[in-house]
């Protein structure tokens, strides 16, 4: 039985290799003969990359750096499950990774573990053709990787300095397929901010810039790690209105990127305080967070809108343009992701004034949130407590009652009576005592009963 747990690479581990098509299996010694693992001088396939001249490469170092790929499971060692790098074979023919079979063999054990075969002799040999095997495999797909890295890099450095020359729609379609290169390769990133990308891209962004050149320049930004000085550059006041006006009128993927990018733009300590109170920007966000056609979006919003309401002196801008009863009636439809980062969020506006009172005057507030609790996580039962709590305790008389007829005693016995933070029960508790007066005992408990098996 194998010592080891299956990694998550391909889990085949039969010596047979399967090519082409028609489903042909071959056994290790065709394979070589025929050239399709490899074979002749160099035992690489024909026309596969050769190893520069000069060089040994370091066959852990491409294993580690091609851990992603596919690999042929005759290279695979049956104990581990990874690729062998020092392969031996044992009497009974089978072959494991040195390191792997002398462990089993420290356990006591005396048998092939993949046969359970008991061994007449016990020691192993390297298999070096497999070795041979393994390293030009791994050699040839190593060597075209990173000659696909070098020329996806070349061409980042060559597009920056196209952009430099071009305008028009020239420029925009060389910012389109730089970002499309940004987006799928970490070296084309590398080499963009290598370059002093980031400082030129965000030069093309000013009160002049066509939404189409912006769209595609904020497509590469946001795909880049962006400094401190990157940040100061991006956050000039006629950056910061273009990049507004393009949330508010650009397409799905663009509007995300807006938000994503201001997002990064906040980090850090008081970042981003003196533009998110824009109103412009809180109703381009609310826009995205109200288009249920786009769930990324929906959650990108949030995220944003998260982000500014840790800015204290904007809460109160956020509640004047209606957030508070919008986010209340999405709560139905939300994921649990989304639901949190809701909740959180009025929770947070519920500790102002006219925080609450939007709450309080929102008919699907209790109803929702109450329906909420011990549903999704403590989390999320933390946040709608804390939004109950403070309805309740503005208008003890009306909410409560709405609050109970909508089953929230029978909710809070279960809160209290959960595993879950005491924190929680401990409010729980206290919310079920301002519930209960006013109420005599008699009925109180009642409704707790006929609440308890309703729900």
Known sequence: ??????????????????????????????????????GGDGLLCPGAAAVPTGEKLDLKKMIT??????????????????????????????????????????????????????????????????????????????????????????????MLEKLKKVKGQARIQTLKEL??????????????????????????????????????????LVNLELNIDARTNLMQPTKISLLVDILNEGSIDTKINCTKLIEMLMEGKDSGAEFVSSLSLLVGVMRLVKD???ANGVLAGLGLLKKICSHEPVRSSVVSIGVVPQLVDMLPNLNAECLELALYILEVLSTLPEGRLALK???????????????????????????LWAICKLAPEECSALAVDAGLAAKLLLVIQSGCNPVLKQRSSELLKLCSLNYTATIFISKCKLTRTIH
């Not at 990694?7 to 025929?34: H, I, M, N, P, Y």
């Open 1 to 38: 039985m194998p010592m080891y747990q299956p990694s998550g690479r391909r889990r085949d581990v039969d010596v047979r290799f399967e090519v082409g098509s028609g489903g042909q299996v071959l056994d290790l010694e065709t394979a070589v003969k025929d050239g399709i693992l490899g």
């Open 65 to 158: 750096e091609l851990e992603s790929i596919e690999v042929p499971s005759v290279f695979i060692c049956p104990i581990s499950l990874e690729p062998m790098q020092d392969p031996v074979t044992l009497c009974t023919g089978q072959t494991y990774e040195r390191s792997n079979i002398l462990k089993w063999f420290s356990l006591g054990h005396f048998t092939c573990p993949t046969t359970m075969q008991e061994l007449w002799d016990d020691s192993v040999t390297p298999n070096t053709t497999l070795y041979h095997l393994i390293y030009s495999w791994f050699s040839q797909k190593y060597v075209a990787m990173k000659k696909r890295s070098e020329d996806v890099q070349g061409r980042a450095l060559e």
């Open 179 to 220: 970002r499309l290169v940004v987006t799928a390769h970490d070296s084309a990133k590398k080499t963009v901010v290598d370059n002093n990308g980031v400082s030129f891209i965000s030069s093309l962004l000013g009160p002049f810039t066509m939404h189409a050149v912006g769209s595609e320049a904020i497509g590469i």
């Open 292 to 294: 249920r056609r786009h």
């Open 361 to 387: 005057d929102c008919p699907s507030t209790i109803p929702n949130v109450v329906k909420l609790l011990m549903k999704v996580s403590e989390s999320c039962t933390q946040f709608a407590l804390s939004i």
